[in-house]
């Protein structure tokens, strides 16, 4: 089955500068991959997403790039705010596939001010 | 206000005792899913149904039921619950695959079960 790998576990940033979250995903079938980003107390929310027949897509601060070859996604947040401040998960599935989304182990974002 | 709501939001039990946590969507979605996050391990899929009656297992379903008798609820059993299965669990529905464009999975605030 689909495995997929999300790095650093923690960030911190200064408020202002920016924030890279990578993610690597093992089986080629994949061809969706949704950030979601986790308030305290709260249910993950879907800030983002890119299909495999993109290379890049942006929303505002928030932009994720794919590269399909070497198997691995990135989120990046630029000009960050205190209220970036979260756990964010990367995810990875299949058209098809009952919308099963694997996810990564999540990374906690601290932006300080 | 489209949500996914999950009842209750916080569970203490004992082991053994069978409890259900429901989970209910208001927004006619054929799919959804139970995840159960754990620290360093991200959410991980326990079971999911594509429609009423059809259910299947996902990564993780050992010591689990599920049933889904109605669109809207999609409840989660453990029988005999074990310390294992504390965790925080989440719901999330979403709507089936048109063929276009894949679909966003709401989910639900969240259970926190503790298992003594």
């Known amino acids: 089955g689909e495995n997929v790998e999300q790095h650093p576990s923690t960030l911190s940033v200064q408020e202002g500068d920016s924030a890279v979250i990578k993610c690597t995903y093992s089986?080629?079938?994949?061809?969706?991959f949704p950030w979601y980003k986790q308030e305290l107390g709260k249910g993950p929310q879907l800030i983002i997403d890119?299909?495999?027949?993109?290379g890049e897509k942006k929303d505002q601060r928030i932009a994720v790039t794919l590269n399909k070859t070497a198997k691995h996604f990135s989120l990046h947040i630029t000009e960050t705010q205190p209220e970036d401040s979260a756990v964010y998960f990367c995810?990875?599935?299949?058209?098809?596939?009952?919308?099963?989304?694997?996810f990564g182990t999540g990374t906690q974002l601290k932006v300080e001010l | 206000e489209a949500q996914v709501t999950q009842n209750p939001r916080y569970l203490i039990t004992v082991t053994g005792k069978k409890l259900t946590v429901t989970c209910s969507q208001n927004?006619?979605?054929?799919?959804m899913s139970w995840y159960r996050q754990d620290p360093g391990l991200g959410l991980r899929q326990i079971y999911y149904?594509?429609?009423?009656?059809?259910?299947d297992k996902g990564d993780v379903p050992e010591g689990y039921k599920v049933s889904r008798k109605e669109k809207r609820n999609f409840p989660l059993i453990l029988e005999s619950p074990s310390p294992n299965q504390t965790s925080l669990y989440f719901c999330?529905?979403?709507?089936?695959?048109?063929?276009?464009?894949?679909?966003?999975?709401?989910f639900g605030q969240g259970t926190r079960l503790t298992v003594v």
């Open positions: 089986d080629s079938a994949s061809n969706y």
């Open positions: 995810a990875a599935s299949y058209t098809g596939g009952g919308n099963k989304l694997t």
């Open positions: 927004m006619n979605h054929e799919y």
């Open positions: 149904s594509m429609n009423v009656e059809v259910t």
């Open positions: 999330a529905s979403s709507r089936r695959f048109d063929g276009l464009k894949e679909t966003e999975a709401f």
């Open positions: 890119i299909r495999s027949n993109v």
